[in-house]
Structures are given as structure tokens and as C-alpha cells.
């Protein structure tokens, strides 16, 4: 029976074959057979078995059959838009050329394109995500108008979002300035990139008011948090990087910013500073807890030992790295050095859409580097706690969600039993590699955010995914705008000039291959 999530608000039950609550650590996890949990008010205040509590509360609501694996609702830690780059036109490409062939998306509506990617993560057990929004064209009021209708579209469905606008204050698209970039184009081409780069109208005061409003107006609701985003170290001036520090300190919010992400990155880091990205940072008191590196791929290994030190976070973002040529990060030096890392798909997976499941198997397998010591290699508690408690450490949400536990937001999915089983699974197989190695969205019965019913048999219970996605497909078939043509022909005619641009900054083919680390500095 499917319970309108109205019903369900206040108080139920949640039960399943097996409740896993938590990763213990690398290796082990909670497992409680026959579990069930109460919430109240998306607030969970009991667990134990069913036998235990059903007669406890005779007169709750009872969800889920018995027949499926509970787990702790997943966390995208490093998310952007919905409609994918390829879907809009934009190839995958090394990343450095990959932005310039960004220019060809179209002018979208934020709210359909937000639910778009939101279908995808909730139907695959997401209930929390990291926005992290990008360059929004015109002045700080459609900046403001257009960060409202992405919040608005997580609210109406239901989902967890900390949300926050990535900033970019210098070299907005590639790793020169502006003014460097536009005069070194062919006279044709000047005035058309001038006028691209004019579209966008927001300078550091304007990005620094649109925190502070969207924090006023957001930060107290449960299931949206505002956070900080410097973009990326070749995208901040040191006066933003200053204002972040000042203004994380100020609030308590975290930051989360892309860093070395590639090996042009690292380069950059050196001509600027004369070190590591890392280097660069600490010259502004931003190495500290409330940091989330974003990618992390190109770290030197004294880089890794000062963020375990310090704290310091990294969000995973594997499927990315892959598409985008930009490196395996060292997620298993990460590990072994104790660092809190979370798995974002950033902007699509592998499978080119926002499925957890995959990703999950994905980073179990693309760091399974040679060698017969099992501590050099992730294990599936590991992946697990990554997309659950590690994912959660990245946001404000912080100890709130990631794991099932009295006192924690019912933030959960249920997995139905026998698409993993089905026909045979060995008794000895544990639970947590069957699920991480076999569960796929087809299996996902249900979704649950802030003790609310999101997903369940196939179907959102707040938004009608066939009627939003009619409007989207409907917008989307308007001839393209004339600014749009602009876009989309300036576009090709600047990639070649670009690449020429990169051609001699960083010889990649010196670094050590990929499963290793590169720890010159």
C-alpha cells in the first residue's frame, strides 16, 4: 500500500529484513535483522527489531514489507546542474577545454532543470545534496531570483540541499585573465568574448550580499542550509579568498571549493604562489575543518598530511575525473592518512545521469591498485560510509543525517531484497557487498527525507515527474535565441586558440601514472 507522505509526516514505522544503521569502520558495518525505526516528525526516536516496537505503537503507520534492506539515505556531496553537458551539447573534453564548449548550453529554467537531476538522485537512495551553482548571467537581483527557483525546486520535492554559488572573481575561463584572454583573439573575436564576458554582471560585494540574503532567508529551515564556494584557486583573487575566510569564521558555515583537479591546476598553483594550491590557501587561515576540498586529484603527499591535520575534507568525485581526463585521485592515500572523504557525481556519472548505486561500485573498483595488501584498496564499508556519514561531514547538515540513529533525521532508503538475491546469492556473501556490488535504482522501493515518503513503487509523491519533464522537453524545443546562435559560434571559433594556450603549460606525460601519487611539490 502507498501511504501519501502527509500520513506519515508525524509518526511511523519503518521496517525491513535488515536495517544497516552505520559503517563501523573500513571494513565492518551495523547490521540490525528484522529492524525497524520510528520517526516523529522526521526525527527518529526508536530502533530495534520489529518484534521489539510494533506493539509499542499499535496505531503507526507501518512502511516497508520486511523484504527489504533499510540504509541510511545517501549524500551527493558535489552537485551542479541537471540537464547534463552532453545532453546540451557539450562533449566530454579535457576539463581545461571542456568549459570553453560549456558555452554552447542553453538558456534553461532553473526549476525544471534543478527537478531533473533531482528524479535521478532520489530515485537512486540521494536524499541530501551539495549545489554547488555556477555562473548565473545578469545583475545580483537574477542572480538572486534565479539561486530562489533552484531552492525552490528541492523544497517542493522534498529533498536535504545545502546549497551555494560558486564564485568567480578573476580568469573566468581559463587560467588568464580576462582582459589577457580577450586581447589575445584575433580582432573579430574581441568584441563578441567582451560581450560574453559582460553577460555576467556580479562582482565580489554582489556574491558576498547574495550569501548573506540567502542565509537569512534559508539557513534556518531543516532541510536547506547556505554555505560558502570559492570556485577554484585560479578563479579567486586574493581579495575573495580573504572575504571567504572572514566570512566562514563570521557564520560557522563551511566552505566548499575545487581544488588541483588537474595537473594544469597544480601548475597554476605553482606560477601563482610559487608552491601548492594548499600552500596558497593557508596564506588566508582557510586550512581548517570547516574546508571541503572539492576533486583533491593532484594533491603532493606533504598536501594529504596537512589536510589530515587540519581536518580538512575531500569530496570523490571519480566518475568526473574519468570523463574529463583530469586523473584517479589518491582516494587510497586519502584513506590510510584518516582523511573524511565523501563521493559527489559531480556533474553526471559514468552512466551519464546522477545514479549513487553505480558511482558507489565505481569507486570500488577504479582504485584497486596491484598488489595483494587489502589495505591498499577501498573496501565496500568504506564506499559506503563515503556516500553516507563522509558525504554528510561536507555540509552543514553535519552530525544530523548520514547514518540511522536515535536522534538523527529519518533520511533513509529502502532496497528491495530480492532484485539483490534473486535467484541465488551465497549465505556467506556479506550484506554490504551484496548491496554495494549488486543493488541497482530498479531496486529502490522507497525514499525517505525528513521522515517524508519522497519516492516509493516507481513513483514521487510531491511532484509529477511526467508532467515536468513534458515542460522541460517543451521549453527545450524553441529555436535557439540569437544569443544562444552567438554562444554556440563563438564558442568553436575560441577553442583553438585556447588549446594553443595549454599546449606548452604542463608536459602531464612527466607526471607518475595515475594509481600513483605525485608528490613533487
Known sequence: MMLRWEEVQM??????????????????????????????DGVIVAIDRFEVLKDRYPDVPVIGSGNEVMLPGFVNAHHHIGLTPV???????????????????????????????????????????????????????????????????????????????TVRDQNRLMYQSDEDLVSSLPSELRAPMSKWFGRFNTGLADYMDLFTQLYSSHNAERRVKIQLAPANLHWCSDAALTAFADVSQKYDVPIHMHLVETAY??????????????????????????????????LSERDIDRVAEAGICICHNCSSNLRLRSGIAPLNRFEARGIVTGIGLDEAGINDDRDMLQEMRLVLRAHRVPGMIDADVPTTAQVFRMATSGGACTTPFGDSIGSLQIGKAADLVLMDWAQIAWPYLD???????????????????????????????????????????????????????????????????????????????????????????????
Open 265 to 298: 591546476q597544480k601548475a597554476y598553483a605553482k606560477r601563482r604562489g610559487g608552491g601548492t594550491a594548499l600552500d596558497y590557501l593557508e596564506r588566508f587561515d582557510l586550512l581548517n575543518s570547516r574546508l571541503t576540498l572539492g576533486h583533491g586529484t593532484w
Open 87 to 165: 545532453q546540451l551539447g557539450s562533449p566530454d573534453m579535457p576539463l581545461e577545454l571542456w568549459w570553453v564548449t560549456r558555452m554552447v548550453l542553453r538558456d534553461i529554467d532553473l526549476y525544471l532543470d534543478t527537478l531533473y537531476s533531482a528524479f535521478e538522485m532520489i530515485a537512486s537512495g540521494i536524499t541530501t545534496v551539495q549545489h554547488l551553482h555556477g555562473w548565473i548571467p545578469g545583475a545580483m537581483d537574477d542572480v538572486l531570483a534565479k539561486s530562489n527557483q533552484v531552492l525552490k525546486a528541492y523544497q517542493d520535492i522534498g529533498m536535504r540541499v545545502s546549497y551555494c554559488h
Open 427 to 521: 549465505r556467506d556473501t556479506s550484506l554490504i557487498d551484496a548491496v554495494l556490488q549488486r543493488a541497482k535504482t530498479a531496486g529502490v522501493k522507497l525514499t525517505m527525507c525528513d521522515g517524508q515518503i519522497l519516492y516509493e513503487d516507481g513513483k514521487f509523491t510531491r511532484v509529477d515527474r511526467n508532467e515536468t519533464l513534458k515542460r522541460l522537453h517543451d521549453e527545450l524545443q524553441k529555436p535557439l535565441t540569437e544569443g544562444e546562435l552567438e554562444r554556440r559560434g563563438l564558442s568553436a571559433a575560441i577553442l583553438p586558440h585556447i588549446r594553443a594556450f595549454y599546449a606548452d603549460y604542463v608536459d602531464v606525460s612527466s607526471h607518475q601514472p595515475f594509481y600513483r601519487m605525485n608528490s613533487s611539490v
Open 11 to 40: 509518526r511511523s514505522i519503518v521496517r525491513s529484513r535488515v536495517m544497516v544503521t552505520k559503517a563501523i569502520d573500513r571494513y565492518s558495518v551495523e547490521e540490525i535483522p528484522d529492524g525497524v525505526l520510528v520517526q516523529e
